[in-house]
């Protein structure tokens, strides 16, 4: 199977600091990414997206990052938020969705 | 706001006993797709489905069976539940837009069987 790791567990970030979380896939076939957050006791909500010809993609506060040579993702959230805090999945399509372990932001006010 | 929905949302049972998870989407997507996952573990893919009568096995070994007969339903069922069974099951449904693909999740049922 694929595999799509973080490189943390867990990660505490001062309130208005900026966050970085990181993703390590291995599939270099892999050609659309997703970055997720899940809130306790809910489903997964979708953050933002990638293709594999870009490198580089803005939403509101977050940014992802996409090193093809050495297969890495990150996810960027800018000034974090309270509400930021949750777990954050990094996914990749190849034939199909593989989803990482996850790692728990905690921002600290 | 995704119009994805699960029921139970929670279900305790005993072992042996058969259980249907329902999973409702009213988009219209053509794909749909069910996750374990374990808590603060990833989501495993057991099974997934593009459309009306297809229907296929993900990555992770399951003993659980999915039908879809109908574009906005995709039930999970497991014939004979067991304690290795407990667990948060997730659905997703998605379909295709210029340069997205993105999922949708339903807010999951948490499985318990005893």
């Known amino acids: 199977g694929e595999s799509v790791g973080l490189h943390l567990p867990t990660l505490s970030v001062q309130e208005g600091d900026n966050s970085i979380i990181n993703c390590a896939y291995s599939n270099s076939a892999s050609d659309y990414f997703i970055w997720y957050k899940q809130e306790s006791g809910k489903g997964p909500q979708f953050i933002i997206d990638i293709r594999s010809n870009m490198d580089k993609r803005q939403g509101q506060r977050v940014t992802v990052l996409l090193n093809k040579t050495v297969k890495h993702l990150s996810l960027q959230i800018a000034a974090t938020q309270p509400g930021d805090s949750a777990v954050y999945f990094c996914?990749?399509?190849?034939?199909?969705?593989?989803f990482g372990t996850g790692t728990s932001l905690t921002v600290i006010p | 706001e995704a119009d994805i929905y699960q029921t139970p949302r929670y279900l305790v049972i005993g072992t042996g006993k058969k259980i249907t998870l329902e999973c409702s989407q009213t988009m219209g997507h053509d794909k749909m797709y069910w996750y374990q996952q374990d808590p603060g573990m990833e989501l495993h893919l057991i099974h997934y489905s593009y459309g009306v009568n297809s229907t296929e096995k993900g990555d992770l070994s399951s003993e659980s069976t999915v039908s879809r007969i109908r574009t906005e339903h995709f039930p999970l069922t497991l014939e004979s539940a067991r304690p290795s069974h407990t667990s948060q099951y997730l659905c997703?449904?998605?379909?295709?837009?210029?340069?997205?693909?993105?999922?949708?999740f339903g807010p999951g049922t948490r499985l318990t069987v005893t």
């Open positions: 997703a449904s998605s379909e295709y837009r210029t340069g997205s693909d993105e999922q949708y």
């Open positions: 996914a990749e399509f190849g034939n199909q969705f593989y």
